[in-house]
């Protein structure tokens, strides 16, 4: 796609209103995209970091409120060390690096996930991040850090059960809005549009109390490989689609 035909396809895009306020993407591929050019997977890593800049950019360009990244999940720890370790010094590294810029350009850095059991340097550099961008009001870059989904609600329910064994909280109480507002994403709206590079079909433990009414688009491109363009098509289909939330196309028309 040419300069021009980018460009229109964004204008197009913007023109159409009804943008979501809230993109989540899983970004997977990074290890495929690598093998298929005989490269060790950490190679793919380092090249994903580059399209993290390029949609966070665009996300910020087109008014997101907020783009959430799953960017290293409880479950990666399972990967072989060197792998992880390499994870690591690539994650402080881009940290450190890019703190300053997302900073120019009015972007908040928040965090959801256990940042207690990171490696003191990247935690570090993570926290010095937020610090750093804590009060600007444009894009909030949330990346979901040594996430678990699964490990997020329980830790919700064991918090709001111990409310109730305290007195403070009657069971029947407890609402869907108790449990968002224990959950990491508490002061963060849930995602409209949910994308999945790598043309993979599953939710891998994501968000999966706040992608109840989500819209899913599936991508076979590898996350180094997804561009600009194909981040735009995502929206582009997201504004195609009815969000019903239960009820019929009649009672959303009227």
Not at 32 to 37: E, F, G, L, T, V
Not at 156 to 178: C, F, H, M, N
Not at 183 to 190: E, F, G
Request: aromatic share 8%; hydrophobic share 40%.
């Amino acid at each position: 796609m040419t300069p021009e035909q980018l460009a229109k396809l964004k204008a197009d895009v913007l023109a159409h209103g009804d943008l979501p306020k809230h993109v989540a993407i899983i970004m997977d591929g990074n290890g495929r995209w690598a093998k298929s050019r005989s490269k060790p997977r950490i190679f793919g890593h380092t090249a994903g970091v580059k399209t993290v800049r390029l949609i966070t950019e665009l996300a910020g360009e087109l008014g997101l409120e907020t783009l959430t990244l799953y960017t290293f999940s409880s479950e990666n720890w399972n990967r072989p060390k060197l792998e992880v370790s390499a994870l690591m010094n690539l994650l402080l590294d881009t940290i450190t690096k890019e703190v300053e810029d997302l900073h120019r350009n009015n972007v908040r850095l928040t965090v959801i996930g256990n940042l207690e059991s990171m490696p003191k340097g990247p935690r570090k550099g993570m926290l010095d991040g937020i610090e750093r961008t804590a009060s600007n009001t444009g894009l909030n870059l949330n990346l979901a850090l040594n996430y678990g989904s699964r490990q997020e609600i329980l830790q919700a329910v064991q918090t709001i059960g111990s409310a109730v064994e305290r007195g403070e909280l009657k069971p029947s109480e407890i609402s869907d809005e108790t449990i968002s507002n224990h959950l990491y994403t508490a002061k963060i709206q849930d995602p409209d549009l949910l994308i999945r590079t790598s043309g993979e079909f599953r939710l891998s433990n994501f968000l999966l109390w706040q992608l109840a009414y989500t819209e899913i688009f599936v991508t076979p491109v590898f996350w180094p490989a997804f561009s600009e363009q194909d981040f735009l098509e995502a929206i582009k289909e997201f504004q195609k689609r009815e969000r019903r939330y239960g009820q019929v196309s009649e009672q959303i028309k009227t």
